[in-house]
């Protein structure tokens, strides 16, 4: 998952990576959007890219949290649907038909986050029924998916694919279209122990057909092949550390174990994964290392994922406020994988960040709403007063999943 990816970006030059905003854009909060933000879209940055995406998030993560989403929003969403059953990254004209010269193009990452959001939702089984069959059809032989249909498999997009189903109930293993299953290409994506990135997963195999390590596919790979979405509880935590094996037959459970040993050695040093433009610095992966806690974590691998979670405490509140919507929900579900407080994330109130870019929340029994500058009354009336409307602010082209940039990881 991850706000990740400059797929989007990149898929419309015929570059495919693994998934969200162009990370070279401005991200400034005094970027001004290229298209009009549609009335119940969470984020004030163009949506062209990522409206799917960020949304979808958003609402996951509210509904992970026990809130019920504004109905506008998840209006917001369904309006999004292709007619055929997929979701575009963005569609500014939803009367217009996609596909076709000059409609919406949709793409297994907003189809597969638009699932896992509506399916936690409820209430939505037509449209993900629709959505399903969609992703079905666009299968690729040896059982992967590509960020678009007919494009090659990639470990990313194949993950994500693998969550929808498996929130949905279905078994992603009795997902064949041709040769292969979900498991089956993920399985060949992994490196063996034995190599340079031994345990990691690649995101596709070079020109040359080597697999190179990429750490943004491991996160992704390690949910895939344990069959999950993005949202994770705490679970049964495991004594020992990873260790990449060789041993026995290549199950999905082996891949998803050695993925992790990849990933805890990422972040043994620094808590964080990096990542760097050509030419640049090598920066701290916030999205990626929040992916990081998540997978480790869904593994059963909770002291290992301490440490990254500690890190984006104390780093990264500031890049979530510049990035928007989805990075919040990013770090709200890395926060609820390992059972911490997403209300007191290293002094920034990620739950109220998050409600304040988007259309507040209704309240549950369990829950009261907290997206305004005061909380509600806690009267046995009933009766919710939201204050805080309008206390959306302005955020630069944001991340689509932060991560998944068809790149090496270290």
């Given at each position: 998952?991850?706000?990740?990816?400059?797929?989007?970006?990149?898929?419309?030059?015929?570059?495919?990576?693994?998934?969200a905003?162009a990370?070279?854009?401005?991200?400034s909060?005094?970027?001004?959007?290229?298209?009009?933000?549609?009335?119940?879209?969470?984020?004030?940055?163009?949506?062209?890219y990522?409206?799917?995406?960020?949304?979808s998030?958003?609402?996951?993560?509210?509904?992970?949290?026990?809130?019920?989403?504004?109905a506008?929003?998840?209006?917001?969403l369904?309006?999004?649907?292709?007619?055929?059953?997929?979701?575009?990254?963005?569609?500014?004209?939803?009367?217009k038909?996609?596909?076709?010269?000059?409609g919406?193009?949709?793409?297994?990452?907003?189809?597969?986050?638009?699932?896992?959001?509506?399916?936690?939702?409820?209430?939505?089984?037509?449209?993900?029924?629709?959505?399903?069959?969609?992703?079905?059809?666009?299968?690729?032989?040896?059982?992967?998916?590509?960020?678009?249909?007919?494009?090659?498999?990639?470990?990313?997009?194949?993950?994500?694919?693998?969550?929808?189903?498996?929130?949905?109930?279905?078994?992603?293993?009795?997902?064949?279209?041709?040769?292969?299953?979900?498991?089956?290409?993920?399985?060949?994506?992994?490196?063996?122990?034995?190599?340079?990135?031994?345990?990691?997963?690649a995101?596709?195999?070079?020109?040359?057909?080597h697999?190179?390590?990429?750490?943004?596919?491991?996160?992704?790979?390690?949910?895939?092949?344990?069959?999950?979405g993005?949202?994770?509880?705490?679970?049964?935590?495991?004594?020992?550390?990873?260790?990449?094996?060789?041993?026995?037959?290549?199950?999905?459970?082996r891949?998803?174990?050695?993925?992790?040993?990849?990933?805890?050695?990422?972040?043994?040093?620094?808590?964080?994964?990096?990542?760097?433009?050509p030419?640049?610095?090598?920066?701290?992966?916030?999205?990626?290392?929040?992916?990081?806690?998540?997978?480790?974590?869904?593994?059963?691998?909770?002291?290992?994922?301490?440490?990254?979670?500690?890190?984006?405490?104390?780093?990264?509140?500031?890049?979530?406020?510049?990035?928007?919507?989805?990075?919040?929900?990013?770090?709200?579900?890395?926060?609820?994988?390992?059972?911490?407080?997403?209300?007191?994330?290293?002094?920034?109130?990620?739950?109220?960040?998050?409600?304040?870019?988007?259309?507040?929340p209704?309240?549950?029994?369990?829950h009261?709403?907290?997206?305004?500058?005061?909380?509600e009354?806690?009267?046995?009336?009933?009766?919710?007063?939201?204050?805080?409307?309008?206390?959306?602010?302005?955020?630069?082209?944001?991340?689509?999943l932060?991560?998944?940039?068809?790149?090496?990881?270290?």
């Amino acid at each position: 998952m991850n706000v990740r990816r400059s797929a989007a970006a990149l898929a419309a030059i015929g570059v495919l990576a693994a998934a969200a905003p162009a990370t070279a854009a401005d991200t400034s909060p005094s970027a001004s959007p290229k298209v009009a933000v549609p009335s119940g879209l969470f984020g004030k940055s163009d949506p062209t890219y990522d409206g799917v995406w960020r949304q979808s998030l958003a609402l996951l993560a509210q509904r992970t949290l026990g809130y019920r989403p504004a109905a506008s929003a998840v209006d917001w969403l369904v309006g999004q649907q292709c007619a055929k059953g997929g979701f575009a990254a963005f569609r500014a004209d939803t009367a217009k038909s996609c596909e076709g010269k000059g409609g919406a193009q949709p793409d297994t990452n907003s189809t597969a986050a638009a699932v896992q959001a509506l399916q936690a939702l409820g209430g939505h089984g037509a449209e993900t029924r629709k959505a399903l069959v969609w992703l079905k059809n666009a299968q690729n032989e040896d059982g992967g998916w590509g960020y678009t249909p007919g494009s090659p498999s990639d470990t990313n997009s194949t993950s994500v694919v693998v969550g929808a189903f498996a929130g949905a109930g279905e078994d992603p293993g009795k997902l064949r279209a041709g040769k292969g299953t979900p498991y089956d290409l993920l399985s060949a994506r992994a490196l063996a122990c034995d190599e340079d990135g031994g345990g990691a997963l690649a995101y596709q195999p070079d020109k040359k057909g080597h697999l190179v390590a990429n750490a943004d596919a491991t996160a992704a790979g390690v949910l895939g092949a344990l069959g999950k979405g993005f949202v994770n509880g705490p679970g049964k935590a495991r004594d020992k550390a990873p260790v990449c094996s060789s041993s026995g037959r290549a199950t999905e459970t082996r891949v998803a174990d050695n993925a992790a040993a990849y990933l805890t050695h990422a972040v043994a040093g620094s808590g964080h994964l990096k990542s760097a433009l050509p030419g640049a610095e090598d920066q701290p992966d916030y999205g990626n290392t929040a992916d990081t806690v998540v997978a480790l974590a869904a593994d059963g691998w909770n002291t290992q994922a301490k440490k990254p979670y500690g890190w984006l405490e104390k780093n990264a509140a500031g890049w979530a406020r510049q990035s928007g919507p989805a990075a919040y929900a990013q770090l709200i579900l890395a926060a609820h994988a390992l059972g911490a407080d997403a209300r007191h994330f290293g002094g920034t109130d990620l739950v109220r960040s998050l409600n304040a870019t988007g259309p507040a929340p209704r309240g549950t029994a369990a829950h009261t709403e907290e997206s305004g500058k005061r909380a509600e009354d806690d009267s046995n009336t009933g009766v919710w007063w939201i204050v805080g409307v309008g206390l959306v602010a302005g955020i630069g082209i944001g991340f689509l999943l932060s991560g998944r940039r068809k790149k090496q990881q270290p």
